[in-house]
């Protein structure tokens, strides 16, 4: 495991992880594939009890795949709002899906300087939770006049849902579990949902408490597999205050989310990250969200090494615990976009 060293007004590290016996069976480690495969596994927990983020390497995505997404995305944003409009979220109803303009999503009441489109897993109407009317399953809309949009933002949701089960098995192991825990309980059939955000420069860069790309946050789920542009502009909210959190190339940036941190009982806290873009150029990023399956209910863990974790509703971003949520997955994020979109919520549920 490798240390990044940042140096802001603060001192801090993120740890890089080379994942490369996860996803290929073979790596940096000398040792034999099941001891490398735990020794990331290792690196993985350490680095979700110290930071809750950490960076991964020797991931095996396709480099021409990520590439490929970064230019049609850029195509994208760069059309005139009608155009974008096409393919507004109205219109994709309870799928939740589509495109939504600048200021059009709230963090903590206050509108984001960000723009964006929402994918999920492509479910065709003849799938059982579509016909059942299921909350944020369905068919993505896909702006018709980029060609290979539709096929690469499809190609890398497969790529990256395959990755986050592997990061999953290894989180397991990291917990002292056996490799399938959450594959068997929660994410054999996850709930995916995936993001291009284009955040354009701040117009007013002094006025910075009104006018972050996302305020701050925490996520919904177990895990997020960020890919960012090379421009910065995340910041993570470590022990000794905000720090920066750069690109390192062909690295995806991994958080865990609010559910495993009550999975946990607070073992692996989910840790608040906000976004401003300073570089006077519009910033372009993918989080990635692989989340329990949608009617799951979301339990705490027996583990013999945890303790008892103080809860830290006082502290968090949203003053809620997520440790007093009762109920199944689908409850807690629909509780949370309620109050992304309060106005489509409205609309479509």
């Not at 809620?320 to 549920?349: I, N, W």
Request: overall charge negative; some cysteine.
């Amino acid at each position: 495991m490798e240390i990044l060293q940042i140096k802001n007004d603060k001192f801090s590290v993120f740890p890089i992880i080379d994942i490369s016996a996860l996803v290929s069976g073979t790596g940096v480690s000398e040792a034999p594939p099941k001891e490398a495969r735990h020794q990331v596994a290792t690196e993985i927990g350490q680095a979700c009890r110290e930071y809750g983020f950490f960076y991964i390497v020797g991931h095996g995505v396709d480099e021409a795949l990520q590439q490929r997404l970064e230019k049609l995305s850029r195509q994208f944003f760069a059309q005139d709002l009608q155009t974008k409009l096409k393919i507004r979220m109205a219109l994709g109803g309870r799928a939740w899906r589509g495109y939504f303009p600048v200021g059009g999503e709230l963090t903590s009441g206050k509108p984001d300087l960000k723009e964006g489109i929402y994918f999920g897993a492509e479910l065709g109407e003849e799938h059982p939770l579509v016909k059942a009317d299921t909350p944020m399953h369905g068919s993505n809309l896909f702006p018709s006049n980029i060609g290979l949009f539709r096929e690469t933002v499809i190609e890398y949701m497969a790529a990256m849902t395959q990755l986050g089960h592997s990061l999953m098995a290894a989180i397991s192991l990291s917990l002292g579990l056996e490799e399938s825990y959450f594959a068997e309980r929660y994410t054999s059939d996850p709930l995916i949902l995936f993001r291009i955000f284009n955040y354009p420069p701040n117009p007013s860069p002094s006025d910075s408490e009104k006018r972050w790309g996302v305020g701050e946050h925490t996520d919904y789920g177990v895990l997020t597999i960020l890919k960012q542009d090379d421009l910065g502009g995340l910041q993570i909210k470590s022990k000794s205050g905000w720090i920066d959190a750069p690109p390192v190339p062909n690295s995806f940036v991994c958080n865990i989310g609010d559910m495993l941190d009550r999975m946990t009982r607070g073992l692996y806290r989910s840790t608040p990250h906000r976004v401003q873009n300073k570089s006077g150029r519009n910033r372009l990023s993918f989080p990635f969200f692989f989340d329990p399956n949608f009617n799951v209910e979301v339990k705490p863990i027996e583990l013999d090494s945890v303790g008892v974790v103080p809860d830290n509703k006082e502290e968090r971003w949203d003053r809620a615990s997520v440790h007093e949520f009762r109920g199944t997955y689908g409850d807690y994020v629909l509780s949370k976009v309620s109050k992304v979109f309060p106005q489509l919520r409205q609309a479509v549920f």
